[in-house]
């Protein structure tokens, strides 16, 4: 998912690609060290909720009949941990925004893994497996947005065109007998991937150097997607299932 970044404030830093050599390598240091913390506390939560069944069985029966529920609170945890993260008022605000939409995360993968690690043989290696192609593909989209230094603003319409259809199909097939498949799992990878390269941008372009926690969050929120989708492919793959 993509956020949108705002600015407050009439007096900031300068962006990320317009501060000297040695500010512009320190925010990037602050994002991707806020990224990692917010990738390890998201598996911390996920695996503490897994390993509670009170939690996690509810959370899955709760998904499986009640899919919008989760949606509604996703969309709205991650509108208020935006607003939180860029928050000029307070660190401890921005990190908290952090930290929410960790535990977010957290609460909506929790039906898909509880899936993979009580119920299908082998489900821990497809979690494995998906969670180092994910690294890789981010890796490798990272290494072009940065070392390229391209502005890839330009993709802002088409990104934000193709969530909008992706969104629509996925209502119609929870209230009809429309069949996503394999293959929009992979349509999805390829936007992401695509979001990836236009949030990493961001963070060059249209980023202030004082507001790592807001970058690294629009970052994580793309991350954790792009793992969805590659944990959902990864499942068909090994199970299967077309």
């Known amino acids: 998912m993509s956020y949108d970044v705002r600015y407050d404030t009439a007096e900031m830093d300068a962006f990320a690609a317009d501060a000297a050599a040695d500010e512009r390598v320190a925010f990037l240091r602050r994002v991707y060290a806020h990224l990692g913390g917010a990738t390890l506390l998201f598996a911390g939560l996920a695996t503490a ?11 899955a029966r709760l998904a ?3 899919w919008w529920v989760v ?15 860029e928050s000029n008022t307070s660190e401890a605000v921005q990190y908290a925004g952090l930290a929410l939409f960790a535990l977010a995360q957290a609460v909506i993968f ?17 979690i494995i497996q998906a969670g180092l192609l994910t690294l890789t593909v981010f890796g490798g989209l990272t290494a ?11 993709l802002r319409g088409m990104l934000s065109l193709g969530m909008l259809i992706a969104l629509g199909l996925a209502i119609t097939a929870a209230f009809t007998q429309l069949n996503l498949g394999t293959w ?26 004082s ?19 590659v944990l959902r492919l990864t499942s068909y793959l090994n199970l299967g299932d077309d």
């Open 184 to 209: 929009f799992v992979v349509a999805m990878i390829g936007l992401m991937a695509g979001y990836i390269l236009y949030e990493t941008s961001n963070v060059l372009h249209h980023y202030h150097t």
């Open 211 to 229: 507001q790592h926690v807001a970058a690294s969050l629009a970052l994580f929120a793309s991350l954790t997607t792009l793992f969805w989708y």
């Open 64 to 66: 499986a009949g009640h």
């Open 71 to 85: 949606l509604v609170a996703y969309i709205g945890a991650g509108w208020v941990a935006q607003r939180m993260a």
């Open 110 to 126: 929790t039906p898909l893994l509880y899936m993979l690690h009580e119920i299908v043989p082998g489900g821990d290696d497809v």
């Open 144 to 154: 072009v947005a940065l070392f390229s230094r391209t502005d890839f603003s330009f």
């Open 49 to 59: 909720i897994l390993s509670t069944p009170a939690l996690a069985q509810p959370l």
